[in-house]
């Protein structure tokens, strides 16, 4: 009963996402609702100049059309979540005539059906003075500027890693080019609005439900209790979901307008203008070496794109100063702004592009020194983050290239490139590190103990997918000594205890010490209780006195059955709750750089003839800490790695030059990788305690297993083929000679 954290327990959710039982923003239908749909710019920059408004106004069910013309004015107030750029303003919509981006909100459409509201969108004539916009970076690097955040000190070095590079006995001095993305899962952006008088609900995708209601409270000038957001399910979201983004303000200036509630829901050619994007980046690697492997220099220097309303930074550079041992180094980051909306956290957000790029360059040093690229990584494993001047909380990556190596075969790898075929498809095998910070967050849980025996615990979190009712579920199950059947743990709800977004791979991490912390209050809460009551069997006993076991309290060395959660409950005569908090002790995290590691492997055939590139196997192997459920850990992991399947062969943003259109803003041309490029994926986790993370001694999952596997791929396309390609996508164009 008490073992319940390190079991892989199937979904406590999964009957109902199959069933549909699970109930997502979309399905909250209310009674008389409308629809609203919106109308994006067709000019990339520029101003409105007329909107037909009149003639559509009159055509079949149309409510209201709504534009910077007729809409309110929004108090807009100060609102910066930990999840929003630190400096610039949110798009502030249909405030002013001004276009910023192709695909920008210009107007609402508000109809009693959802066809009356598309037919009258789709009529809708808008007339700009548009000019150019400015969508590609690439000619722009001169005017790359630094972050208004990172001014002082944001630039980091250590050594003269320049110097160091020049006097390099061998030397790799590269440029990488990652292109643009869009997160595109499965369940498209929505919201269902409702006013009663000034009090607003909001049914809403979203994983950070605190913030969107802080966010639209901060919009309409509204008291933020005034404002309620839900959001049990989330299908899917990849960080695109962090923010709260223009359609969500859009359907409460549209519930307002029209006085009913407002449903809207984001078309997929919609998602690729306002929902954010992973941005661009342009990067340079130098290493240099001395003969016998050991690193001198590393220099790596990236260019992201943001808007030009909103500066967006990302860790592109921040895994560079601690991954290897180096005694010069020296990292850069800058940003080009450029006519687009604002960028967002895409899974592995900076860490992924930046790794890519520098665990392309440590395979090409291999090559170059004739070194196995895993033993190079063994020559400069550092015994300390040498970055930040401090030990690692626990660091298991060379134990990970250990376990990996032996299950993926490493040892039957012909290191030649070109070397290995089935029959007339070269194969290669590539490997690349992988790292994501251990990042925790305050965050708060109720627990709730009943009458019946069961326990209750609630907590403003989300779920967009990796078993998030499940893992909680594990942690109170084990905490109380109760059985997972006895606890019901809900999430997504503002008006539960605050927590961090579900994102940032934080989430196991600072919402379940909440739950545990909550747990164990509510426990002291009913020792309290039952010490007090003459009728319990531990009345008048001291409170260190007595002790929980399997769910009951009992005095200390007493045999007796004690007293069960449920009896302790009905005799206070209702629910025993308690209201707890839990964040990282400052001073362990002082101490500590903290962070989990992992090796990923992949296996690649290529078609001489057609360029074509498969996947074939890949194996991930990771030292993430306490594995809470290992079922969910390695879903979690297998997924990420698909999604980095599709980052390092697929997926990539094609803008118009002309226009800052996207031109592939729909699933035939933005590929993702599906069942049949997908073959034999494996994650696993090598044992690893770290006392000092949290208190469940746990990392994140949700993002370093996207982190390694596009440069393990990209590797493995060089060893396949000898060529080296340093963009992302590799396309078969790459491919022919």
């Known amino acids: 009963m008490t073992n319940v954290i390190g079991q892989p327990l199937p979904r406590i959710d999964g009957r109902a996402k199959v069933t549909g039982g699970a109930r997502y923003a979309a399905d909250f239908n209310q009674k008389g609702q409308a629809y609203a749909v919106i109308v994006s710019a067709t000019a990339g920059l520029g101003r409105i100049t007329e909107i037909g408004a009149d003639a559509v106004s009159g055509m079949p069910g149309v409510i209201a059309v709504i534009s910077h013309l007729n809409a309110p004015r929004l108090a807009y107030g100060e609102h910066k979540g930990v999840i929003d750029p630190a400096t610039g303003e949110r798009l502030h919509v249909l405030q002013d005539d001004q276009v910023r981006f192709w695909g920008q909100p210009v107007a609402i459409v508000v109809a009693d059906t959802l066809d009356h509201a598309e037919r009258a969108a789709a009529a809708l004539k808008v007339a700009y003075a548009a000019e150019r916009p400015v969508v590609d970076p690439t000619g722009l690097l001169a005017s790359a500027v630094i972050p208004e955040t990172m001014r002082r000190g944001g630039d980091a070095a250590r050594g003269d890693a320049d110097a160091a590079l020049e006097s390099a006995e061998v030397k790799v001095d590269e440029s990488y080019d990652i292109a643009r993305e869009n997160h595109n899962p499965m369940e498209p952006h929505a919201t269902i609005a409702v006013w009663d008088g000034d009090r607003l609900t909001l049914w809403s995708k979203s994983q950070f439900v605190i913030n969107e209601q802080a966010e639209i409270a901060a919009i309409f000038g509204l008291p933020v209790e005034n404002v309620q957001v839900i959001c049990p399910f989330v ?17 409460a200036i549209a519930a307002r307008e029209v006085g009913r509630p407002v449903k809207l829901v984001l078309t997929r050619k919609q998602m690729f203008y306002i929902t954010g994007h992973r941005p661009r980046t342009l990067q340079r690697i130098a290493l240099g070496a001395a003969k016998d492997g050991k690193l001198k220099s590393l220099i790596h220097e990236g260019v992201g794109e943001t808007s030009r309303y909103e500066e967006f930074i990302e860790a592109l550079t921040s895994v560079s100063g601690f991954l290897y041992s180096c005694p010069d180094v020296r990292t850069r980051y800058r940003l080009v702004k450029l006519d687009t909306g604002t960028p967002t956290y895409m899974r592995g957000p900076g860490e992924a592009s930046g790794v890519f790029a520098l665990e392309c360059a440590m395979d090409e040093l291999s ?42 075969g490493w040892s039957k790898r012909d290191p030649k490139p070109r070397s290995m075929r089935d029959g007339r498809l070269l194969i290669g095998m590539g490997v690349a590190s992988a790292s994501y910070p251990a990042f925790h967050a305050p965050s708060s849980a109720l627990a709730r103990l009943l009458p019946d025996g069961t326990a209750e615990i609630e907590v403003a979190a989300s779920d967009m997918g990796p078993g998030t009712y499940t893992s909680m579920t594990q942690v109170a199950a084990e905490t109380l000594g109760l059985p997972i059947e006895s606890v019901r743990f809900s999430l997504g709800r503002s008006d539960f205890p605050p927590a961090p977004s579900h994102g940032g791979s934080w989430t196991m991490a600072s919402v379940g010490s909440a739950i545990r912390a909550a747990c164990i209050a509510a426990q002291e809460e009913a020792a309290k209780r039952a010490i007090a009551d003459q009728r319990s069997p531990v009345f008048g006993a001291s409170i260190d006195g007595v002790m929980w076991e399997e769910g009951r309290l009992r005095r200390r060395g007493d045999t007796a059955s004690g007293q069960a959660y449920g009896d302790i409950a009905a005799s206070a005569g209702g629910p025993i709750e308690a209201n707890a908090s839990a964040s990282r002790d400052p001073d362990i995290a002082s101490r500590y750089s903290m962070h989990a590691f992992g090796a990923v492997f992949a296996e690649v055939a290529v078609d001489p003839d057609v360029g074509t590139i498969r996947v074939r196997r890949a194996l991930g192997t990771y030292g993430a800490g306490r594995i809470v459920n290992p079922r969910l850990a390695a879903s979690q992991c297998t997924g990420g790695m698909v999604g980095g399947i599709g980052m390092a062969l697929m997926e990539r943003t094609v803008l118009d030059q002309r226009d800052g259109r996207p031109v592939n803003a729909h699933m035939a041309d933005y590929l993702v990788p599906v069942n049949l490029d997908i073959a034999d994926i494996q994650a696993h986790f090598v044992d690893e305690v770290d006392p000092h993370v949290n208190a469940l001694g746990v990392k994140g999952l949700g993002e370093i297993a996207l982190v390694g596997m596009a440069p393990a791929i990209a590797n493995a396309v060089f060893h396949a083929t000898g060529i080296r390609v340093r963009t992302l996508p590799i396309r078969i164009e790459d491919m022919i000679a």
């Not at 196995?372 to 030990?391: C, H, M, S, Y």
């Open 235 to 251: 299908g899917g979201a990849f960080g695109t979901s962090l923010r709260t983004w223009p359609h969500v303000t859009l359907a």
């Open 367 to 408: 090559y170059k020194l004739g070194l196995d690229p895993i033993e190079l990584r063994r020559l400069n494993e550092p015994e300390i983050d040498e970055a930040a001047g401090k030990p690692f909380s626990s660091r298991s990556l060379m134990t990970c290239y250990d376990a990996g190596a032996e299950r993926f």
